[in-house]
């Protein structure tokens, strides 16, 4: 890692009111606890579960786990410094906390993808779906998700990590994200710059159409179901991704309308906020609250544990 004199940045947060640190530390701190919680509900439902050992659960899983690696990556750092007061962190750590947001953000992208894919496969090709979506398929699925991501973001850390920081350390956010790291560095970063934005753009266009064209062949099936229970059914096994796919890539399209130059920082804190800490805890409730089977594997597990407890009990 190549630098001038700078080896410690200073992290400003969200807000540099110290009144508003308190409000923000237990705001985080809830919405963490119960994205955590939430999302390993969703882990073990889809690990002990007889029910939930489909592919859509599987990806489910998948996603959970993705969504708990996402916001530990960069929440409880903040939590950490709102904590002790102490905002520096090391150009190490840094470089890190860059590498493993990137990569579980582009993943999750791709992963969304696979799961439109795999409802079109089940709703426009049920006699087959088996066939299609089996257990190495849906392996091999998730694994060029996670391949897709290293092969994105590893070539742009080399890069990276070859900036130089020669005046500034102060990085306008509340963690370390290429773009405001970007616009500190002293280094020639022109060429850093386009291949983010290629790569980004590269990885929200392909995902995104994807999605839609999953979606445009299941909403056109959809439509020539005979009967209207039918109709609502598939739409069900449908919205919480469509809402989760919504809320994902609305995020990322808030990011570029910008009001103006001075409201731009203010504006890609709160979208990140929104992906990095709100969304992972909302996502474990849009599944579960719009999901029967997820529903009543939480309701028999539930009761599965009340029984085990009045057996020791009566021991």
Known sequence: MKNCTITIFILLGLTNDPQLQIPIFVFLFFTYMLSITGNLT???????????????????????LLEISFTSACIPRYLYNIATGDRSITYSFCVIQVFFTDIFGV????????????????????????????????????????????????????????????????????????????????????????????????????????VVLSYIHIIKTIVRFPSAQQRKKAFSTCSSHMIVVSITYGSCIFIYVKPSAKESVAINKGVALLMTSVAPMLNPFIYTLRNK???????????????VSKKKEIV
């Not at 969703?42 to 959970?64: E, R």
């Not at 997820?294 to 544990?305: G, H, M, N």
């Open 42 to 64: 969703i882990v073990f439902l889809t690990i002990f579960d007889v029910h939930l050992k489909t592919p859509m659960y599987f990806f489910l899983q998948n996603f959970a």
């Open 107 to 210: 993943i999750e992208f791709f992963l969304l993808a696979i799961m439109s894919y795999d409802r079109y496969v089940a709703i426009c090709k049920p006699l087959h779906y088996i066939t299609i979506m089996n257990r190495k398929v849906c392996r091999n699925l998730v694994l060029c998700c996670w391949l897709a991501g290293f092969l994105i973001i590893f070539p742009l850390l080399t890069l990276f990590v070859n900036l130089k920081f020669c005046s500034s350390n102060i990085i306008d956010y509340f963690f370390c994200d290429a773009s405001p790291i970007l616009k500190i560095s002293c280094s020639d970063t022109w060429l850093i710059e386009q291949l983010v934005i290629v790569c980004a753009v590269l990885t929200f266009i392909l995902t995104l159409v994807c």
């Open 293 to 307: 089977q997820v529903r009543q594997a939480f309701s028999d597990s539930f009761k599965k544990l009340a029984l």
